[in-house]
């Protein structure tokens, strides 16, 4: 069955009906999905942030306004949470963003095992991050005896409270999320620099500039745009961090691991209280949002 | 993309490798990478031989990364005692559910948003895409309240369709679709084959060997997950997979040290294998998502 279907500005579309449903078949089961996982959820956020949800009756839920939001603003550990987010970006950049970088550079210089080292710094990315951390809290047991502490021993320094010390504990989860994560960035990194036309480094070389020269002038110019990028990638990432806190710090000592999702997730999970948790759901939805049309922004901008 | 073209030339020539200078600017390099090779693998070799010591070793203040002696014994016992077989099993069912259910629901939405034109299609693809700006942990309260409304806690149904959620794969099928040459399906649709004879019998053939790239990937971020896994089956221990089973057993249990490490180093085994077997599909499907990033 194909009819005329009169489109706003008079322009005239010819639609075969038959197709159509054909079509709308094939999307149904992502439509059904996106609905109860994704879309409804996402709304449905922003009206409980404005409830005191019940959980099994969405009938029994009463409106509240903006009560939720105002205990949310009110929260100690909300400034806590936000100001820890930040914290942990600025030392993640100085701890773990230039990692990747410089690696990939080696990397790619090395002639020969080259797969070997892509295989090998990729391996902790594939393992689930969960099990990665219930051994990274042996390796920083406060224990003279825990791995780490036995090694700064046996180097002649003094055990430390690697997680239980407010100074070293966001170093030393960062050091785990670098650990974890800087094998799949330097893989970005790495297919980034494998396009990199070779007749720039002769002809810088027929110039006269030292390895060190090319390295500096050629090869950060060209992977720039890309650092760009993965560093919004990167600051994405460290508004949610959430497992390590749970695993290894339950948001000590005191709030110094305290952040937003984390705090989202007591409040909703072992409170039970639903509705200030949707507000902080909201907020985090707002932060995430923006940071990632600076991140659609940016890589349009690197294409 | 990632080919090993292992004899041309990056910033240092080849001419200057044969120099003294260009030698040893080079090993100090490779001895750089070696170095943090064994820092990346310390933590893994530590769990293996952590479950091979006994308890009073492990916090021995003396650093030794090896045991005096190899309790083959302990990796027995936490294979029976976490009873790694059914945590195995569970995960391998969580998981390939979602990747039936993520690559079937995605390919099925790319196939028709690519070629069967549906009205609004581009508002649909929109909608899709939306929802990668926003992580799923972001609105995790309000999916666990849907998911409890349902009905679909303590089993894996909540799982496997929240799975089936991934724009990212729909807009790299979809792509893909757009590539193809419509040749292909219109000399397909001249012989009589309708839309779902066309998918099967020309759109999935050709996207096999991507398929394979886009499993493997799915299989390995799916044997990951940790948080929603724990927040639907909280209830129903015997379907845990192995991350919620093992982090729930260490939060109640008093597992001994060197129990514990054994197990966490056989769960950590199947997708370390995978990583290594499979190095190269798995790397392709990184660069997928590369481009774009």
């Known amino acids: 069955m194909v009819t005329d279907v009169r489109m706003p500005g008079g322009r005239r579309l010819r639609v075969n009906w038959s197709q159509q449903i054909v079509a709308y078949l094939f999307l149904l089961p992502a439509l059904v999905v996106f609905t109860i996982f994704a879309w409804f959820p996402i709304i449905n956020s922003v009206f409980m942030s404005f409830q005191n949800v019940n959980l099994v009756d969405a009938g029994r839920s009463t409106w509240v306004g903006f009560r939720n939001f105002e205990r949310m603003f009110a929260d100690p550990t909300f400034t806590a949470s936000w100001i820890n987010s930040l914290e942990f970006t600025v030392l993640s950049i100085i701890i773990g963003f230039f990692v990747p970088v410089v690696v990939a550079i080696l990397v790619n210089e090395m002639r020969l095992a080259k797969s070997f080292f892509r295989v090998v710094y990729f391996l902790p990315s594939v393992i689930p991050p969960l099990i990665g951390l219930l051994v ?78 090319r390295a500096r002038h050629i090869i950060l110019p060209y992977l720039r745009p890309t650092m760009l990028v993965l560093l919004i990638v990167q600051v994405l990432g460290l508004v949610q961090i959430f497992i390590e806190p749970l695993v290894l710090t339950q948001g000590g000592p005191g709030q110094a691991t305290m952040t937003p999702v984390f705090t989202l997730y007591r409040k909703g999970f072992l409170n039970g209280d639903y509705g200030l948790a949707a507000a902080w759901s909201v907020l985090l939805m707002i932060v995430l949002g923006i940071i990632s049309l600076v991140y659609l922004r940016m890589s349009r901008i690197t294409e | 993309m990632l080919s090993d073209s292992a004899w041309s030339r990056a910033a240092i020539s080849n001419l200057e490798l044969r120099s003294l200078k260009g030698q040893l600017i080079y090993l100090g390099m490779l001895a750089i990478l070696v170095l943090l090779s064994i820092v990346v693998i310390v933590p893994f070799v530590y769990a293996f031989t952590s479950g091979l010591k006994t308890g009073r070793e492990i916090f021995s203040p003396n650093f030794n990364l090896l045991p005096a002696q190899a309790n083959w014994d302990n990796y027995v016992q936490a294979w029976n005692y976490f009873q790694l077989p059914r945590l195995f099993f569970n995960t391998a069912v969580m998981v390939t559910g979602g990747l039936i259910a993520q690559i079937g629901v995605s390919m099925l939405a790319a196939y ?47 799982l496997w369709l929240s799975y089936g959620v991934n724009a990212f794969m729909i807009f790299i099928l979809k792509n893909f679709f757009d590539g193809l040459p419509s040749e292909l399906f219109d000399a397909a649709k001249v012989d009589g084959a309708n839309a779902v004879q066309v998918f099967v019998y020309i759109a999935l053939p050709l996207t096999r060997s991507m398929l394979i790239v886009l499993a493997i990937l799915t299989f390995v971020n799916l044997w990951k997950d940790f948080l929603w896994p724990y927040l639907v089956l909280l209830r129903s221990p015997e379907l845990q997979p192995i991350s919620v089973f093992l982090y729930t057993m260490e939060q109640r249990s008093t597992t001994p040290v060197n129990i514990q490490m054994a197990g966490y180093f056989m769960a950590m085994l199947p997708p370390l294998l995978i990583a290594i077997i499979l190095q190269r599909y798995m790397q392709r499907g990184l660069s997928l998502g590369a481009v774009k990033g």
Do not use: C, H
């Open chain 1, 136 to 213: 990274w809290r042996l390796i920083y047991s406060p224990n003279p005896g825990g791995l780490l502490n036995s090694l700064v021993t046996a180097l002649g320094g003094a055990p430390q409270q690697w997680l239980q010390n407010p100074a070293l504990v966001k170093p030393s989860i960062l050091i785990i999320m670098t650990w974890g994560g800087f094998g799949g960035t330097m893989l970005i990194y790495l297919a980034t620099l494998q396009d990199l036309p070779v007749e720039l480094y002769e002809a810088a070389e027929i110039d006269g500039a030292s390895i060190w020269q």
């Open chain 2, 112 to 158: 028709s948003l690519s070629r069967l034109k549906p009205l609004g299609g581009r508002l649909i693809m929109l909608a899709f895409l939306v929802t990668l700006m926003i992580p799923g942990i972001a609105y995790i309260i309000p999916l666990y309240v849907t998911a409890a409304r349902l009905g679909l806690l303590g089993s894996y149904w909540g």
